[in-house]
Nanobody, 116 residues
Framework: DVQLQASGGGLVQAGGSLRLSCTASGLILDDYGVGWFRQAPGKEREGLSCSTRGYTPDYTDSAKGRFTTSSDSAKNTVYLQMNNLKPEDTAVYYC??????????WGQGALVTVSS
């Protein structure tokens, strides 16, 4: 079975940092495009970043300048480093892995709460 697990969420004060991890089993993340998304209470899910091995990651405006993705192939894990967090960053964060010809694999979310 394919599983993606997002972890590393928690409560942080505004201005603080968190690093989320997306660890996969049943697939090799290096073979997929991996995206980070979030969904705030009462809002639609929004994309944050997309990364593919060998290419520069893309970031949406919500993530540019504060969020950075990286990966550890040996751990089959992709990270989302989030800096200078703001209360409006409070959301459930998800990772997803996708490649041409296959369905998108979504991970369980990680709750991030940013207090003011």
């Amino acid at each position: 079975d394919v599983q993606l697990q997002a972890s590393g969420g928690g409560l942080v004060q505004a201005g603080g940092s968190l690093r989320l991890s997306c660890t996969a089993s049943g697939l090799i993340l290096d073979d997929y495009g991996v995206g980070w998304f979030r969904q705030a209470p009462g809002k639609e899910r929004e994309g944050l970043s997309c990364s593919t091995r060998g290419y520069t990651p893309d970031y949406t405006d919500s993530a540019k300048g504060r969020f950075t993705t990286s990966s550890d192939s040996a751990k089959n894990t992709v990270y989302l480093q989030m800096n200078n967090l703001k209360p409006e960053d409070t959301a459930v964060y998800y990772c997803a892995a996708e490649r041409s010809g296959s369905s998108t694999n979504w991970g369980q979310g990680a709750l991030v709460t940013v207090s003011s």
